[in-house]
């Protein structure tokens, strides 16, 4: 219970705030969009660009770690897209967006900030590993899927561009690609330049959550609970489940299982959302699935920690 109280319920008042101040009208929707494009658009990448331009690659880049996560994620994915292609009759674009909510954890906004209040600064390390192939990995598999249901029967010599195009589009994507270019180049960032990103990184992760908590008020759960409840179990039980087999049997330590599975055990991230909007599939169970399973990973999140080494 202590645990819950120094390390978790923090991160769930920062959220709460922005969902509160949102809810009484205090900031409008216009203002929480502002300040999630500056979130995710600008302050997130800096954050991720700096973390991958620090990470000593050689000695942090374990397959183990990521086998063990993108497996779990990976089946996740298959186990949420077939559950609503035959257990509730979904058309197979809406079924590969709710198979992407249950792919997607948000391992930034709550990963990281549960990761570093649970253990310390220096286990963000092995988050890192994880969050470098985050976004490639989980948009390039929802995109390659969707485009691949709509290419069928016709020529797929366009599938590899459209694929390309839509992840480099994405600011995650794009600076994770310049933490790795700067860190393999050796190429310096001079020091007042270093430093005014130092500033820029620390705003990433509690605006974040703010502006998440006031992104939430609008995402209000409206039907399909029986989908909606299946995507929460997937992402909040069986993800971390796959991890936690694979980080056993794959020897993981300590610090790499830590955040492995805290990682997978996250709530969907608003990225969910933005995928089913993107193609007009899946919209509703993907709000709903990202506002409740947030909720619910208050507790989820809780019985993880406090089952973990």
Request: hydrophobic content about 55%; glycine content about 10%; some cysteine.
């Amino acid at each position: 219970m202590q645990a819950l109280l120094d390390v978790i319920l923090p991160v769930f008042l920062v959220i709460g705030a922005g969902y509160f101040t949102v809810w009484r009208s205090w900031l409008t929707q216009a203002h929480i969009s502002g300040l999630m494009q500056f979130a995710v658009g600008i302050a997130i990448p800096a954050l991720l660009f700096r973390a991958i331009w620090k990470l000593d690659l050689s000695a942090s880049f374990d397959w183990r770690i990521l086998v063990a996560f993108y497996g779990g994620a990976a089946l996740s994915f298959f186990a949420g897209m077939l559950g609503a292609r035959f257990f509730f009759g979904r058309d197979m674009e809406s079924a590969i967006a709710v198979g992407f909510v249950c792919l997607f954890s948000n391992s930034l906004m709550l990963g990281l900030a549960i990761t570093e209040r649970a253990f310390g600064a220096p286990a963000l390390e092995h988050n890192y590993v994880i969050v470098a192939i985050h976004a490639p990995f989980c948009y390039g598999l929802g995109i390659a899927a969707m485009e691949l249901q709509r290419a069928r029967g016709g020529p797929l010599r366009h599938f590899p561009g459209k694929v390309a195009r839509a992840m480099f589009k994405n600011n995650l994507v794009i600076g994770i690609s310049l933490g790795f270019f700067f860190n393999l180049t050796g190429i310096p960032i001079p020091g007042p330049a270093s430093d005014a990103l130092d500033l820029l990184v620390r705003t990433a992760l509690p605006v974040a959550l703010f502006g998440m908590g006031g992104v939430l008020v609008q995402y209000r759960p409206r039907g399909d609970l029986r989908v909606i409840a299946y995507a929460c179990v997937i992402s909040l039980i069986l993800h971390p489940s796959l991890v936690w087999i694979f980080g056993k049997g794959l020897d993981l330590s300590l610090g790499q299982f830590r955040s492995a599975i805290l990682t997978s055990a996250m709530a969907p991230g608003i990225n969910a959302y933005l995928f089913a909007n993107m193609y007009g599939r899946g919209e509703r169970v993907a709000a709903s699935s990202v506002l409740i399973a947030t909720a619910v990973s208050l507790l989820t999140a809780w019985f993880w920690l406090s089952h973990l080494p």
